[in-house]
């Protein structure tokens, strides 16, 4: 691991910081995604039925 100096803690807390950050918009990006494709088969059941 690089000497980071006496910034360590700062830049090692923006490194976790922006890895939480990162894996919470996978999380929802991923959580909407399956919210959207269950709509949409919703949507297109609905229309088979009355078409």
């Known amino acids: 691991m690089p000497d980071l100096g006496k910034y360590a803690v700062e830049v090692l807390s923006a ?7 990162l894996a919470a918009l996978i999380l929802l990006t991923l959580r909407r ?7 949409l088969k919703q949507v297109e059941a609905e229309a088979k039925k009355d078409g």
């Open 15 to 21: 490194y976790a910081a922006s890895l939480v950050l």
């Open 33 to 39: 995604g399956r919210a959207a494709r269950a709509a």
